[in-house]
Every structure is written in C-alpha cells, then in structure tokens.
C-alpha cells in the first residue's frame, strides 16, 4: 500500500521538490518491504503482492483533500498520525526477537509522521532529512528519472 501511495503523490505532484521527497517516502516503503520480506518468508507467509492492496494504497492517496503540496501534507500528517498510533499500540506485542523489525517498523512510521509535522510548520528544507537517514539507498535529490514517465 505504501508504495502505491507514494508512487501516487509522484504522479500528483511535478515540482522537483516535491518529487523528490515523494520518490524517498517511495524509496523508504521499499526498503521497509524488503526487511518485511525475510521474515514474512520465515512464518510462511505469502510475498505475492495483491492489487487489491495497492489499490487501496493509490485510493487513499486520492482521498487527500488539496490542490497544493502544502495543502495535501497537511492533510497527509492527519492520515499518518493514525498509523503511528497503531504501531505504537502495537509494539508492547512485538516478541524480543523481532525487537528489531518492531523497532524499525515503529520509527520508519514516526519518520514519514516527523517528515509530514516538519512540512506542515514551514521547515520544507530539512523535512525529509530524517526519511533520508533512514534509508538504505538514498535517492540523489537532483535525478530527473523521479518523474520520468515510461511506457
């Protein structure tokens, strides 16, 4: 779903900036996937991913309300709060020995959380700043394939 959402502020939004930080919000769903996998493959559960889900992931991005960046974050730190309080709730659960996947699962979403709070109070320079440590391969801020579009 993550990625689905963030591959949809990609296409809503054309401003380099703007895509940039979309396309590390994508990058650091995919990385979250990727971590996700190992242990989803250990429990013996499925890694086909479903439409279904990311179509949910493109319908709730379309659900944003705003025409601009600053409107739709807006709306967006709204939406976010809720999933980190999930987690949060969540994390008591979490045996020792995923400690580190619940650990990371808890601060990939306060990240996305921070990013959007930072945005929100007019901090657009160093917003994402705490997205980008977080992931693996870091995107290059001044790449135009972020809104390339393909065939």
């Known amino acids: 779903m993550g990625e689905a959402f963030f591959n949809r502020m990609l296409e809503r939004f054309t401003n380099p900036e703007d895509q940039f930080k979309s396309g590390c919000l994508l990058q650091l769903e995919t990385d979250f996937k990727t971590r996700l996998r190992t242990f989803l493959i250990a ?27 600053q409107e739709v974050v807006t709306d967006f730190a709204g939406m976010v709060a809720g999933f980190v309080a999930g987690f949060k709730e969540m994390q008591p659960a979490v045996l020792p020995i995923y400690k580190d996947l619940g650990n990371f699962m808890m601060d990939h979403e306060q990240s996305i959380h921070d990013f959007a709070l930072q945005e929100v109070a007019g901090n657009a320079e160093t917003s994402i700043d705490g997205v980008i440590n977080m992931l693996v391969n870091p995107l290059s801020r001044l790449s135009p394939a972020l809104s390339a579009k393909t065939g």
Request: net charge negative; no cysteine.
């Open 43 to 69: 429990h013996g559960i499925s890694i086909i991913e479903r439409e279904d889900w990311r179509q949910e992931g493109r319908d709730l991005a379309d659900t944003l309300k705003g025409e601009s960046w």
